[in-house]
């Protein structure tokens, strides 16, 4: 039987599954059995209070998971579907609270990449998933990553390649009157504001379950120029500074979201005091990039 069939049939019968999307590895489960959800969280060490974005085969299936479908999700999923945009919809009672935390909403993305879209379809259900890893370590966007950090929690682990958009996705919420940004990812900010009075909200202000301090390596980083004690990397994209050794990223938002995460993974694992990184342009195509190295370097 091909990997896809036989991933599809342990989503059927409650199992975790780990598949690749263009965005991070997600840790995939029947997102209609809540027995099932469950072992989602408890294999990640997820609080209950952090709600899951559910992936979907087509616009058809979101639709029929949602109790409304407003206008502006009609709108931004034909521009971004398949694609790295989840929207924040009210939900149908047939998704049960526990995928949402509680809350009457529901997250829905479609994702492109081509195994994602055959597990769903294969598996007839929609398959909640969040990042597969261990919770507030950083993401995962090999199937390697997966395997250290959940390995033998799940039953299985579809390799797709390295993930090309590399951080996760950006989610809208439409389930009010306005659009509201909940987290940036690599859509450019400038490419949804034409639209819609997007009300940003701030790191005060942040969508539930986005802890602060979240894809987080375990060695101290600090965005900015390096310290001078101790021995550490300096990850640049721009200009580089006195460290140990460079790491230099790609200039273009996309060639750096795609490479962050691995790069992360790697330092982490080489026992160095200090990771430092240069702060990222202000642009709005790095808005996803800076949130997420935000994250990354808040300490507590
Ligand atoms: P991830 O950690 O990539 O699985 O993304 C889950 C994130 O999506 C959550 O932490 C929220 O920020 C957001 N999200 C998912 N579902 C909802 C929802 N119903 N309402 C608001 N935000 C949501
Ligand atoms: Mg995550």
Redesign the pocket.
Known sequence: MDDIRRAAQLIRSGQLVAFPTE??Y?LGANALDANAVRRIYEAKGRPLT????VHVSSPEMARGLAAAWPEAAERLTARWWPGPL?V?VR?QPVIPDLV??G?P???LRMPSHPMALDLIREAGVPIA???ANRFSEI?PTTADHVRSSLGDRVAMILDGGPCTVGI??T?I?V?GDRPVL??PGTIPLSELEPWDEFVRQGPAD?????AVR?YSPRTPLRLGLPPFTGRGTYVYWNQPAPAAELVRMPHDPAGYAAALYDVLHQLDKQGWDWIAVEPVPPGGEWAGIRDRLQRAAASG
């Open positions: 965005t991070v997600g952090s709600p899951l974005i989840t924040v939900k949402t935390a809350l909403t529901v997250g998933g969040p990042s993401s996760e996705s989610v919420s389930a909940l987290r942040p969508s539930p379950g986005l979240h």
